[in-house]
């Protein structure tokens, strides 16, 4: 069982940036693919990133591939989403979601089995 918290969020103008962090309970947290989630009022849920094991295994919606980074710090149970170049449209409700890292990365939501609370990131033109 792994709980998620979400932290980071807040209201921002075009073109900054924040960081948010995803911050998971448990000792098995290195075996658990992270990812990143969002949704907008009146829109589905949309993938945003997922890291795997390392830093080295990422996936990245094409949305926000060159302005967010996703990285974790396995030593304090903490994902990070580091939001650049931010935009009016990323406005949204951001999630954590954990899964079993050893079915590799995806950008399904359903296949995540644990989900964080929320934050609201709100980007001002």
């Known amino acids: 069982q792994v709980q998620l918290v979400e932290s980071g969020g807040g209201l921002v103008q075009a073109g900054g940036s924040l960081r948010l962090s995803c911050a998971a309970s448990g000792r098995t947290f290195s075996s658990y693919s992270i990812g990143w989630f969002r949704q907008a009022p009146g829109k589905d849920r949309e993938f945003v990133a997922t890291?795997?094991?390392?830093?080295?295994?990422?996936l990245y919606a094409d949305s926000v591939k060159g302005r967010f980074t996703i990285s974790r710090d396995n030593s304090k149970n903490t994902v990070y989403l580091q939001m650049n170049s931010l935009k009016p449209e990323d406005t949204a409700v951001y999630y954590c979601?954990?899964?079993?890292?050893?079915?590799?990365?995806?950008?399904?939501?359903?296949?995540?089995?644990?989900w964080g609370q929320g934050t609201q990131v709100t980007v001002s033109s």
């Open positions: 979601a954990a899964r079993s890292a050893y079915g590799g990365l995806t950008r399904v939501w359903s296949t995540y089995n644990y």
């Open positions: 890291i795997g094991w390392s830093d080295a295994n990422t």
